[in-house]
């Protein structure tokens, strides 16, 4: 991967400017985790340092309630994160499975991807300076980079999102169409069944056990480029996660419809 194809281009980009999402504090048990004192340390910040601060607060939460081994907080807490503040609708009736697979990502960075974008959340709000989210908007933003950049022949895979415009321009399709590998074609005389598409995708993209790591990793560095001059965000790759999600659908989307041409034959 060419790493600094990408961080050039997201260096043009401003994560303040394009990062907008809300804080929902009332919803479900958020009025139990926030104090008053926490609730007016918001007051006056744009949605993208209250979203940084909101990183600090809940992850001294969570490493309290865990060092107290108050388990019935940190369901609260995983609850909130995922479903709340996430927005992730499926696996809301099943809590206790939710506090076990952030619990095993919190202490042996055991990520499932059919779930990496519930536990990579609460992996980030643990440690905000060491790890970051993976969802389907910040891997749709950066396979998008990497393909529109001609910076990588490898890329990552996207867990399954809501978004109609992500949905509407696979970007996994694109990905395939540029490299079309010998792998995908169909071989006419072969009586073998066999599973064609999952195969070939192996050469193009990352394995989703190794997934989050590789991510992580790509994130750290290519925020250590973005922000290699201001102090305050060049040790926190969460910057570069959060500049990712905010642009999937506006600005990595025109890219998109701009750019990419299919000629038919």
């Given at each position: 991967?060419?790493?600094?194809?990408?961080?050039?281009?997201?260096?043009?980009?401003?994560?303040?400017?394009?990062?907008?999402?809300?804080?929902?504090?009332?919803?479900?048990?958020?009025?139990?985790?926030?104090?008053?004192?926490?609730?007016?340390?918001?007051?006056?910040?744009?949605?993208?340092?209250?979203?940084?601060?909101?990183?600090?607060?809940?992850?001294?939460?969570?490493?309290?309630?865990?060092?107290?081994?108050?388990?019935?907080?940190?369901?609260?807490?995983?609850?909130?994160?995922?479903?709340?503040?996430?927005?992730?609708?499926?696996?809301?009736?099943?809590?206790?499975?939710?506090?076990?697979?952030?619990?095993n990502a919190i202490e042996k960075n055991n990520l499932e991807f059919d779930r990496i974008?519930?536990?990579?959340?609460?992996?980030?709000?643990?440690?905000?300076?060491?790890?970051?989210?993976?969802?389907?908007?910040?891997?749709?933003?950066?396979?998008?980079?990497?393909?529109?950049?001609?910076?990588?022949?490898?890329?990552?895979?996207?867990?399954?999102?809501?978004?109609?415009?992500?949905?509407?321009?696979?970007?996994?399709?694109?990905?395939?169409?540029?490299?079309?590998?010998?792998?995908?074609?169909?071989?006419?005389?072969?009586?073998?069944?066999?599973?064609?598409?999952?195969?070939?995708?192996?050469?193009?993209?990352?394995?989703?056990?190794?997934?989050?790591?590789?991510?992580?990793?790509?994130?750290?560095?290519?925020?250590?480029?973005?922000?290699?001059?201001?102090?305050?965000?060049?040790?926190?790759?969460?910057?570069?996660?959060?500049?990712?999600?905010?642009?999937?659908?506006?600005?990595?989307?025109?890219?998109?419809?701009?750019?990419?041409?299919?000629?038919?034959?």
């Amino acid at each position: 991967m060419n790493i600094e194809k990408v961080a050039n281009y997201l260096k043009t980009i401003s994560v303040k400017e394009n990062y907008d999402w809300d804080i929902p504090f009332s919803k479900g048990h958020g009025s139990e985790i926030f104090s008053i004192e926490d609730i007016k340390k918001f007051s006056g910040k744009s949605n993208y340092e209250c979203n940084v601060l909101l990183k600090q607060i809940i992850s001294d939460k969570i490493k309290s309630a865990k060092k107290n081994n108050d388990k019935n907080q940190l369901k609260k807490l995983f609850e909130w994160i995922v479903h709340d503040w996430g927005g992730i609708r499926g696996g809301r009736n099943n809590i206790d499975k939710l506090f076990v697979l952030g619990i095993n990502a919190i202490e042996k960075n055991n990520l499932e991807f059919d779930r990496i974008a519930s536990t990579s959340k609460i992996l980030s709000f643990y440690k905000p300076s060491e790890n970051v989210i993976y969802d389907s908007r910040v891997a749709f933003s950066l396979n998008s980079l990497l393909l529109l950049e001609n910076a990588s022949d490898l890329y990552f895979p996207i867990p399954t999102g809501t978004n109609s415009k992500m949905n509407a321009f696979n970007i996994e399709v694109l990905i395939r169409l540029k490299h079309k590998i010998p792998e995908y074609k169909r071989k006419k005389d072969s009586k073998k069944k066999v599973k064609l598409i999952s195969n070939a995708d192996k050469k193009l993209f990352i394995p989703p056990n190794q997934a989050y790591l590789k991510m992580r990793d790509v994130i750290k560095e290519i925020n250590s480029i973005v922000y290699q001059d201001d102090k305050n965000k060049v040790d926190y790759p969460y910057n570069t996660e959060m500049l990712l999600f905010g642009i999937a659908d506006t600005i990595i989307y025109d890219r998109i419809l701009e750019e990419v041409m299919i000629d038919i034959k």
